[in-house]
């Protein structure tokens, strides 16, 4: 299987309640990453998973949590939405070892809160 | 933390013009750099990327960048713009010295191209 997917494409849902987005990475994409574009702004680092462990967090509080399953599948549920997660979540898959530099970007959920 | 650059939120040029987007980095040491392009409604695509060796770099769709260190700059040029050019475009630095996967993006410029 070779690209990145993401669903579902688009969603909405009111503030307070929980949402999860999906990624399916290519096979051997050990390592995942999150980013959320909000409207107008460049894509703002989540967290990052390997072999199933979050191994590094930028600037979100807990309630954006993740997952990461052994079949190169992963997961970003955030809890408690506030009008201002409403953005683009994008997800980004690499082979072991090749990190940023082997990037692939799945086309994004956008998530619109009200 | 690694920072980038990118003036001109907005660049609107004439179909067979040249394109010129700017990109600035905030690094001590000469950084990793990549642009990526946006379609609208899609991910991000890598254009091309910077490592090391020679500092222009000739990426896809017929795009190339100049990594001056002295200028702390890596613009993104194309000699003849093309209508499927209009897109979003954004210049980004890794982390370096470590192994976390996370890229610093700048805000994007918005390319227009007119008929």
């Known amino acids: 299987e070779t690209g990145v997917t993401q669903s579902p494409t688009h969603l909405i849902k009111t503030r307070g309640q929980q949402v999860t987005l999906r990624c399916s990475s290519q096979s051997g994409h050990n390592t995942v990453s999150w980013y959320q574009q909000a409207l107008g702004q460049g894509p703002q680092f989540i967290f990052q998973y390997y072999r199933e462990e979050e191994n590094g967090r930028g600037n979100f509080p807990p309630r954006f949590s993740g997952l990461q399953f052994p079949n190169y599948s992963s997961e970003l549920n955030v809890n408690a939405l506030e009008l201002d997660d409403s953005a683009l979540y994008l997800c980004a898959s690499s082979y072991p070892g090749e990190g940023t530099y082997g990037y692939t970007f799945g086309s994004g959920t956008r998530l619109t809160v009200v | 933390a690694q920072s980038v650059t990118q003036l001109g939120s907005h660049v609107s040029v004439s179909e067979g013009a040249l394109v010129l987007l700017r990109c600035n980095y905030s690094?001590?040491?000469?950084?990793?750099l990549f642009w990526y392009v946006q379609y609208p409604n899609q991910g991000l695509q890598l254009l091309l990327k910077y490592t090391t060796g020679a500092t222009l770099v000739k990426g896809i769709n017929g795009f190339e960048a100049e990594f001056k260190k002295s200028e702390t700059s890596f613009h993104l040029t194309k000699p003849s713009a093309h209508m499927s050019d209009a897109a979003e475009y954004f210049c980004?630095?890794?982390?370096?010295?470590?192994?976390?996967?996370?890229?610093?993006f700048g805000r994007g410029t918005q390319l227009t191209v007119w008929p």
């Open positions: 690094s001590s040491v000469p950084p990793y």
């Open positions: 980004a630095v890794p982390d370096r010295g470590s192994t976390l996967g996370r890229l610093y």
